[in-house]
């Protein structure tokens, strides 16, 4: 009798003789299947159709359609089910027994038939089919999968490819080649021309291959356009980057980068290099090389209060040529596991020294070296040509009429006593100018500016504390001892910081004017006191009465307004202005 673990099976018997077609059916009975009887080829494979036999025993000859040819069409109706067909054969010749098997046969039962055996076949392959049937599903399962990760691949990929678009990369003077390993690619290579017509390129090599390595690629890519089509220099967009990838990257992935900021009209270059191998700037001018290393760690690795966005300014002539690449280049091997090598890389380099044809000539030895053999890693080459290029600006009105940042603004905005008290404006009145894309990596110097003024304000003209008392350490004490005291005591006073700017072709104008409630001061007679008391202390340092100077300094212009509690300053700033 068949198992409780094993299923009652329905068995095809396609036997001619009617003796042992009742053997066989009676033995399938008694085991505990249930049996399904024909006396020839064809009723055998109309049975199939009709009953779909879990294992199917045919004689070898048979009237009207032999065993063989009833295999063969069973074999194709079944298909990808695997059904056990077992040959019920008096034969023993090696060519009869071949063509059996040949014919889609998966084994013999010799006559006269034996019970046990014919019940250990039925167990053996009533086994296989179902491990045959776990397996199908399982394939059945994967393709599924599969075809769902395809389908899912297919839309991020158009997904990517739309943020993370070529941008200025056909220009005539830019040479770029990207060959990913994967579906998606590693590596991402981004460039646009700010509205300053500088051209800022971006090549990054992330941790890994594929779809993880590519999710990083989509918020750098939409970073970096947003913020050059704003006009947003190239320290803001790397300090930007690198805080949103070090916000959404898991620990141990980070993307390796360089960034180049070239300025065609006055001939010169900033760099940025976080973690990708050393550049090349070919100099026409001495037939030389000078290399540009990586000097900061990658993008994503440092919190925003670690990282450092300072980039080497450099100069171009007309005829230099950049270069830069991901490590893939020297890491390609060929089908012995050998490295292309950086040693290799550089010898070419300096062989072609000069060759406006280099950039072909290396992607043709890195290919030659890997052969037919599997990439290991993504490959991206870049060579920039510093030509008298005319640089077409995405609009040139885009930095003063761009829509959804700061341009052409005013505010007002007063602190009164009980403000004063607690409240420090400064960190909002600096957060509001940051939006202005030119003035975000002038923040320090900004803040700079209005800390004075407003220190100004509030401790000389509402608390009416005189920075003379600074003159020594002791001072000092007792100067912020008042100050603490006056403010806990304070009733009545304000400050009103005015901030107004307006976006000019190349940069803008930000004007400041701060007013308190206090009385004022005579600058020329401040001025006198202060020399007065410093010819007093000569020989020691001057603690007070610098800020005035410090503000004419910084800033463009300074006004102070009668009677004395209201301070205008104009500070200019320019897209180009070298700053870093």
Not at 201 to 206: S, V
Request: proline fraction near 4%; aromatic fraction near 8%.
């Amino acid at each position: 009798m068949a198992s409780d673990r094993e299923s009652c099976l329905n068995i095809l018997i396609a036997e001619d003789s009617a003796p042992d077609r009742l053997i066989l059916e009676t033995i399938i009975s008694k085991i505990g299947h249930w049996p399904v009887v024909v006396a020839d080829g064809v009723e055998a494979v109309a049975a199939f159709k009709e009953r779909k036999p879990d294992i199917v025993l045919l004689d070898v000859l048979m009237p009207n359609m032999g065993g063989i040819e009833a295999a063969r069409q069973i074999r194709k109706l079944a298909g990808d089910e695997f059904v056990p067909i077992i040959f019920l054969t008096s034969l023993s010749g090696d060519e009869s027994l071949v063509e059996c098997i040949e014919a889609g046969g998966d084994d013999f039962l010799p006559k006269p038939y034996n019970q046990v055996v014919l019940q250990s076949k039925i167990k053996a392959f009533s086994r296989m089919r179902e491990m045959h049937q776990v397996l199908a599903q399982q394939k059945s399962l994967i393709e599924a999968h599969n075809q769902h990760l395809i389908r899912e691949q297919t839309v991020a990929k158009q997904v990517y490819d739309k943020i993370a678009h070529s941008g200025c990369l056909n220009l005539e003077i830019i040479n770029s080649y990207m060959s990913p390993l994967a579906v998606f690619n590693g590596d991402v290579l981004v460039a646009e021309v700010s509205p300053n017509g500088s051209i800022l390129i971006l090549l990054g090599d992330f941790t890994g291959h594929g779809l993880p390595a590519a999710i990083g690629s989509m918020p750098l890519a939409s970073t970096f356009y947003g913020m050059v089509r704003k006009g947003f220099s190239m320290a803001d967009i790397v300090k930007e980057i690198n805080a949103k990838l070090h916000g959404i990257l898991p620990v141990g992935f980070f993307c390796c980068a360089t960034c180049i900021d070239i300025n065609l009209e006055k001939r010169r270059m900033r760099i940025w290099n976080g973690g990708l191998p050393e550049s090349f700037l070919y100099r026409a001018k001495t037939n030389s090389y000078e290399v540009l290393s990586s000097r900061n760690l990658p993008l994503g690795v440092l919190s925003d209060q670690n990282f450092r966005a300072d980039s080497k300014r450099v100069p171009l002539e007309l005829g230099d040529r950049f270069y830069m690449w991901s490590d893939g280049v020297f890491e390609a091997r060929n089908n012995t596991g050998e490295m292309f090598g950086e040693a290799r890389l550089h010898d070419l380099m300096n062989r072609r020294l000069g060759a406006a044809s280099l950039f072909d000539e290396i992607l043709g030895q890195v290919h030659n070296h890997i052969g037919e053999s599997d990439k290991d890693d993504d490959i991206s080459l870049v060579e920039v040509l510093i030509d008298d290029f005319p640089v077409k600006r995405l609009d040139e009105n885009t930095h003063t009429a761009s829509k959804g940042q700061l341009v052409d603004w005013s505010m007002s905005f007063q602190v009164t006593e009980s403000s004063l008290r607690e409240f420090d404006p400064l960190p909002l009145l600096v957060n509001i100018t940051s939006e202005v894309p030119g003035l975000k990596d002038r923040s320090t110097t900004l803040y700079t500016v209005l800390a004075e003024l407003y220190a100004n304000a509030l401790e000389h003209g509402v608390l009416g504390l005189s920075s003379g008392l600074k003159k020594d350490p002791k001072g000092f004490a007792e100067f912020y001892k008042q100050k603490r005291e006056r403010l806990r005591a304070l009733s009545d006073g304000w400050v009103r910081v005015s901030l107004q700017h307006t976006a000019e072709e190349h940069g803008g104008l930000l004007n400041i004017r701060v007013t308190d409630s206090g009385k004022g001061f005579d600058p020329g007679n401040r001025s006198n006191k202060d020399e007065q008391m410093t010819s007093r202390e000569e020989g020691k340092p001057d603690y007070f009465g610098r800020g005035l100077t410090l503000m004419k300094s910084i800033c463009e212009r300074l006004i102070i307004h009668p009677p004395g509690n209201d301070i205008e300053v104009d500070f200019r700033w320019h897209l180009d202005d070298g700053h870093d």
